[in-house]
């Protein structure tokens, strides 16, 4: 399994920006699919955005105008950018991996088998 690693929650205030990143030790992330998703407490964890291996990426409808996902390779990492961002964008963030170049579509998580430990995200006046 990958072993990622995510950073870059926190408290903010809405209409502020976040940019979480997702790294991997030990290997290279350039040829895995990766899916951000997020979990409330008490509700199960849900997709907001993905990106093949070959680039192509993919939005939840709420995701859709303010968050952007990314890769950079040369620093093996994926980002979240996160814009606009209102009290309901407050759950803990994680990034998931799937099998090398598997075919993707929106993230669901039972199609991906790797994970980080989270990172939170606060929003709220």
């Known amino acids: 399994q990958v072993q990622l690693v995510e950073s870059g929650g926190g408290l903010v205030q809405p209409g502020s920006s976040l940019r979480l990143s997702c790294t991997a030790s030990?290997?290279?992330?350039?040829?895995?699919?990766i899916g951000w998703f997020r979990q409330a407490p008490g509700k199960e964890r849900e997709g907001v955005s993905a990106?093949?291996?070959?680039?192509?990426?993919y939005y939840l409808e709420y995701a859709k105008g303010r968050f952007t996902i990314s890769r950079d390779n040369a620093k093996n990492a994926v980002y979240l950018q996160m814009n606009n961002l209102k009290p309901e964008d407050t759950p803990v963030y994680y990034c998931?991996?799937?099998?090398?170049?598997?075919?993707?579509?929106?993230?669901?998580?039972?199609?991906?088998?790797?994970w980080g430990q989270g990172t939170q995200v606060t929003v709220s006046s």
């Open positions: 030990g290997l290279t992330l350039d040829y895995y699919p």
């Open positions: 990106i093949s291996s070959d680039g192509r990426t």
């Open positions: 998931g991996a799937t099998a090398p170049r598997a075919r993707i579509g929106l993230p669901r998580v039972q199609e991906y088998n790797s």
